[in-house]
């Protein structure tokens, strides 16, 4: 059933948007509503959970509404037809491509999987994920301009993305996971040691996660994995619908208390916002930069090196927010570009759909991983932190999300870690 309404939905989108774009997102955004009601209903998937939570947010309703009302962002001015045409096309291929994933899936379909329960820590591996929070928060004080001063404020000296990585997004990240982990554990072994941990905890990650200095991108990544393990497997509508009030509600609140408001800037919401300005920013770069050459993997590479110096950045010729048609069309060149539009331009509607279907199989994989007999706390950090680094990994660019994303994955790791071997043995029932 839920098959069938997509691949209905997508075959109606793009034939409305042969006439109109707007249909064409307007259908876009009932079949990613439909696709989070149905798996919602069979408490399903998490992964394609968010996935259409995020096509609800930023790429359905936004560019219609944008589109109506004649919304333009950063200077391009108003866009023709074709652009948010062509835009709404690729994003059709990626979404095709992530179905497919599912579609070429050999696996019979079950029932829905139990909810995953971590195992509780014993006093050591309490101990020791504190340790660590703890020795994560104090590198935060090393460059204190990074950690604790409103974002929207221009620091006396230039911070390399070296420096970004290693003294804020990822000393950051450990200490929200830290949390996360001893929160969760708290919640099943209710003892006064669990417990106090976990509140040092939350103290210490209130202040490091302060949403006056600290990028959204870190506190999605960061937080979002203790919602979807207290929701994600009994409550999945409620989780829907609060990333989707998170995101589209309280996110651009936010980043006017932390940035455009030291500016002058109004708050801006949802849908017509520049947080919300994806489709719009991929719709003027095939307008203004018609005729690309095929990059052949070299634009995805050129983005996922984003943590090398800027001399040793892999083809800097292929970063499409360098281009000439940016700089003279854009008022602002840190623009965000979402990954399969990067594909696209390396290989066409074929790189879009390929891409889904990559990442469509990647997260079957972690899924899988996840509800194999009983789950490692890595495993278990791994796919949450996952989970919620897709979002920010969809709005892009990939040159923004992979610092965040990687800090994530090495946090769960290394929290995961720590609690392995601290965590009880699974033992089977065999009467």
């Not at 290989?347 to 007999?373: C, D, P, W």
Request: net charge neutral; aromatic share 10%; proline share 6%.
């Amino acid at each position: 059933m839920r098959a069938l309404c997509f691949w209905f939905g997508a075959a109606s989108a793009m034939l409305a948007a042969l006439v109109d774009p707007v249909r064409g997102y307007q259908i876009v955004f009932l079949v990613a509503l439909s696709q989070v009601l149905l798996v919602a209903q069979s408490r399903g998937n998490i992964f394609l959970l968010i996935h259409y939570v995020a096509i609800l947010i930023y790429f359905s309703l936004a560019p219609a509404a944008q589109i109506v009302t004649d919304t333009s962002f950063w200077n391009v001015g108003l866009l023709d037809i074709a652009s948010h045409q062509q835009a709404l096309t690729i994003l059709l291929a990626y979404l095709v491509g992530v179905e497919l994933a599912a579609l070429l899936t050999l696996q019979p379909a079950t029932q829905a999987p139990a909810p995953v329960r971590a195992q509780p820590l014993d006093n050591t591996a309490i101990a020791l994920i504190t340790l660590a929070t703890l020795v994560a928060f104090g590198l935060l004080f090393v460059k204190p301009s990074l950690n604790f001063v409103a974002r929207g404020v221009v620091g006396d000296e230039d911070s390399r993305p070296i420096e970004l990585v290693f003294f804020s997004a990822l000393p950051k990240t450990v200490v929200l996971v830290g949390f996360v982990a001893l929160a969760i554990n708290a919640l099943h072994q209710r003892t006064w040691q669990a417990i106090g941990a976990a509140l040092v905890l939350a103290a210490a990650a209130a202040a490091a996660g302060n949403p006056v200095n600290t990028a959204r991108q870190i506190m999605l990544i960061g937080l979002l994995p203790l919602v979807i393990y207290l929701l994600g497997w009994r409550h999945q509508l409620l989780l829907a619908g609060l990333i989707f009030g998170a995101v589209a509600g309280i996110g651009p609140v936010l980043n006017f208390f932390s940035r455009d408001g030291l500016y002058g800037v109004d708050i801006a919401a949802f849908p017509t916002g520049p947080d919300f300005d994806a489709m719009f920013i991929v719709a003027g770069l095939l307008e203004r930069a018609p005729d690309v050459d095929w990059g052949y993997g070299r634009y995805l590479l050129s983005a996922l090196s984003f943590m090398l110096p800027r001399d040793l950045k892999l083809f800097p010729d292929f970063d499409p927010l360098l281009w000439s048609a940016v700089g003279a069309n854009f008022s602002q060149s840190n623009v965000s570009l979402p990954p399969f539009v990067t594909a696209f331009l390396d290989f066409g509607l074929a790189g879009s759909l390929l891409l889904g279907l990559a990442i469509g199989k990647v997260f079957q994989r972690v899924e899988r991983a996840l509800y194999a007999g009983s789950p490692t706390p890595v495993v278990i950090l791994g796919a949450l932190v996952l989970c919620s680094a897709y979002i920010p990994f969809l709005r892009g660019p990939i040159m923004g999300w992979g610092p965040f994303a990687t800090s994530g994955i090495l946090a769960a790791l290394l929290i995961g870690r720590l609690a392995m071997p601290a965590a009880r043995p699974h033992v089977r029932n065999l009467t």
